[in-house]
């Protein structure tokens, strides 16, 4: 497990959020209610979906924690946002990028290796920035060849 580390520059969604627990996981509802409606978005920047994830400060990934996620685009301008969804702006800054292959079955396993393998044995520390998967042309919903990047925001030790 050896991502590729990578500054991501300051980029505008739009799209739609929920805020919701692993508990009570609501990410198809999300992508349900984004999906029919994306291409009403202006001024789109490439054709990747973004699968954003804000975590509160000191997330602890606990199963009842609440946390938002974003179905999204990246756009150039907020010039016009599409009636019910929102925009949103991340920050540049230094992200961790991990190459994901396969169905989400064996994500939450990658995830974790992620947070409690990788990073404790890095020379980072998480950042507090939005965290996020980019569906490009290889993902494949619930097919064992997809392919994302899961960007994980992170800061050198201090």
Known sequence: ???KIKTFPTTKF???NLSFTYVNYRAFELWSSFMPRRK???????NELYNIQINPKNFDFSPNTTFVKWAAVAVSTFDFVPEGMKTLE???GLYAVF????????VAVFFKAIYTEWLPNS???LDARPQFEILGEKYK???PNSEEEIWIPIKKHF
């Open 14 to 16: 739009i799209g739609k």
């Open 1 to 3: 497990m050896i991502p």
């Open 141 to 143: 919903k619930d097919d």
């Open 99 to 106: 190459n994901y292959k396969g169905d989400q079955s064996n």
């Open 123 to 125: 020379e980072f520390d």
């Open 90 to 92: 991340i920050q540049d």
């Open 40 to 46: 009403e978005i202006q001024n789109s920047i490439g």
